[in-house]
């Protein structure tokens, strides 16, 4: 009997001491320090040195940009590309922005708008023939307010032997197949929703006639410069991607490459991959470009008003702040990412790691305060 207790006990001590360990030095983020009154110019390279630090410790996996009056401060990347840790990443590096992705099919939507193939207050039933939501527009899907369950992921795994690689077509002729009840009326109420992203994909193939893949590619990187972003899943029909960044998990000295599932054939919801000098001219885009009207743009800054005169705080792929801020985060398969812009001040931080990096939110909240 006190043989059994001893064992037990010092499974206890055991299990105590791993998690102080994990806490005490795995899970701790040093401090960014930064003294009031430093320059400009002083706050980078301290900015600069804490990130090499993490980086060192195995805390940090990736690139940083931050920008002011358009001009980065501060573009630059620190690690590696993959789980073989072979390659070092540089600003070309293209990393998957997970749910940061929604900016860019809502870009995406908001083009077709320009060309006036759609209006933003469309039902989405006028485009998805036998779409089983009746009264929601293309607005509800973007401002999350839909009330269309987030369902197509379990949809999927009840049906993966039958489905192979999940599409956008596939996962909209799932919902359209066992039609999952509303949580909601229309614009009753916000609730975040992938599905009602890859919707929108789905809307951008049927009125253009591409694949959102090449739709976006042809539409929008290209005529803006941004060389190393784009649509990349498993149904890719161009599998060459130089530069992407492959996710991995790097954690108590075990390093194993994370890869992509079958679900992993869609995207709107996500499926974007963009690197740090390609996020410049992003961040630029939001202001002024020659593809969208300003008074456009603006839409998707505008807090939505909800049936009972509330607002809500999200639209077009951004969470909305404040009349001057707006941001949005991602998280899948192993990657982080964080964008977020003041228009007043002109500033704007983006930092993205490839490394299922646990201690990413603490980063985000050392570099925002």
């Known amino acids: 009997m006190k043989i059994a207790l001893y064992i037990i006990l010092g499974l206890v001590l055991i299990i105590v001491s791993f998690i102080l360990w994990f806490k005490v030095f795995y899970?701790?983020?040093?401090?960014?320090?930064?003294?009031?009154?430093?320059?400009?110019?002083?706050k980078t390279v301290l900015i600069d040195q804490w990130i090499q630090v993490l980086q060192s410790k195995r805390k940090f996996n990736g690139g940083i940009l931050i920008l002011k009056e358009h001009r980065p401060l501060l573009a630059k990347t620190y690690g590696f590309t993959n789980f073989s840790k072979s390659k070092h990443l540089d600003n070309n590096s293209a990393f998957r922005l997970a749910s940061l992705s929604k900016q860019f099919t809502a870009s995406g939507?908001?083009?077709?708008?320009?060309?006036?193939?759609?209006?933003?207050?469309?039902l989405v039933s006028k485009y998805i023939p036998n779409f089983p939501y009746q009264n929601v527009t293309i607005r509800h899907l973007l401002n999350q307010t839909s009330g269309i369950p987030d369902s197509y992921i379990d949809l999927a795994k009840k049906t993966k032997k039958d489905i192979g690689?999940?599409?956008?077509?596939?996962?909209?002729?799932?919902?359209?197949k066992h039609n999952p009840k509303p949580n909601f009326s229309p614009n009753d109420k916000y609730e975040y929703s992938n599905t009602n992203y890859i919707i929108l994909a789905r809307l951008i193939e049927l009125v253009s006639k591409q694949s959102f893949e090449h739709f976006m590619k042809a539409n929008i990187f290209i005529p803006l410069g941004m060389n190393n972003t784009r649509v990349w899943n498993?149904?890719?029909?161009?599998?060459?991607?130089?530069?992407?960044?492959?996710?991995?998990?790097?954690?108590?000295?075990?390093?194993?490459?994370?890869?992509?599932?079958?679900?992993?054939?869609?995207?709107?919801?996500?499926?974007?991959?963009?690197?740090?000098?390609?996020f410049v001219i992003w961040d630029q885009f939001w202001y002024k470009n020659k593809l969208i009207s300003v008074n456009n743009l603006q839409e998707a800054f505008k807090?939505?008003?909800l049936n009972?005169?509330?607002?809500?705080n999200y639209g077009f792929g951004w969470v909305i702040l404040s009349d001057n801020t707006a941001m949005h985060n991602g998280n899948w398969l192993a990657a982080n990412t964080y964008y977020v812009r003041n228009?007043?001040?002109?500033?704007?931080?983006?930092?993205?790691?490839?490394?299922?990096n646990?201690?990413?939110?603490?980063?985000?909240?050392?570099?925002?305060?």
């Open 343 to 356: 228009t007043k001040k002109k500033t704007g931080l983006v930092l993205l790691d490839n490394s299922s």
């Open 303 to 305: 807090k939505p008003t």
């Open 109 to 122: 939507i908001m083009l077709l708008k320009s060309k006036t193939l759609i209006n933003y207050d469309d």
């Open 358 to 369: 646990m201690l990413f939110d603490k980063i985000i909240k050392n570099l925002i305060n």
């Open 27 to 42: 899970l701790q983020v040093p401090k960014l320090n930064i003294p009031k009154n430093t320059s400009q110019k002083e």
């Open 308 to 312: 009972n005169g509330t607002k809500s």
């Open 234 to 278: 498993l149904i890719s029909e161009d599998k060459t991607f130089q530069g992407k960044t492959e996710g991995f998990e790097d954690f108590a000295n075990e390093i194993r490459e994370i890869k992509p599932g079958f679900i992993d054939g869609v995207a709107g919801d996500g499926g974007v991959f963009s690197s740090i000098n390609d």
């Open 165 to 176: 690689i999940l599409t956008n077509k596939k996962a909209v002729e799932l919902i359209l």
